[in-house]
């Protein structure tokens, strides 16, 4: 069976907050970049989101609108490439796409760790090799179980800016 990965740097946020680094919300370039990733991804077939607990992530998460249940998973927010993978690996077999939304250099480090470079498309790798910006979705398939993901094909490459005319 083919399992679908989106891996989403969170939206552009604003640069500090009194209340520290966790509670620093998206500006109004990230709640654009979260609408227009989401309407990328509105027939996607996304049936879960991960998010990290920092506030900048739940808000991407809320502004695409993909209404698919939400978890906040708390080892998202600076727990590494390593723990990002396998919190994807516990997921239940019964899901085939699920969202992951986190922080790089965490989720960078794991698009490029996971990447099967003879399996993925060039322009979708090409967008990532040495620039991964806020709003950046990659969709990964391998498939299996999620137990056993170790590498996957990158398909698709999404920014949350506008196109240039």
């Known amino acids: 069976m083919s399992r679908r990965l989106f891996l989403l740097r969170h939206a552009h946020a604003v640069p500090s907050s009194p209340l520290g680094d966790r ?4 500006d109004q370039l990230g709640r654009e ?59 239940d077999d019964a899901l085939e796409a699920v969202l992951v939304a986190g922080h790089n250099p965490d989720i960078a480090a794991a698009v490029h760790h996971l990447l099967d470079r003879t399996a993925s498309q060039p322009e979708a790798v090409a967008l990532i090799e040495t620039h991964f910006p806020t709003a950046t979705c990659c969709q990964l398939e391998f498939d299996g179980p999620w137990a056993e993901l170790s590498s996957a094909r990158l398909v698709r490459t999404l920014r949350g800016k506008k196109p240039r005319p």
């Open 33 to 91: 970049q979260a609408r227009r990733v989401g309407a990328e991804l509105a027939q996607s077939g996304v049936e879960l989101a991960l998010t990290s607990p920092a506030a900048r992530a739940r808000q991407t998460v809320a502004g695409l609108g993909l209404g698919v249940p939400v978890e906040v998973v708390t080892a998202l927010y600076g727990g590494g490439c390593s723990v990002l993978i396998d919190q994807v690996r516990q997921l």
């Open 23 to 26: 509670c620093r919300p998206l």
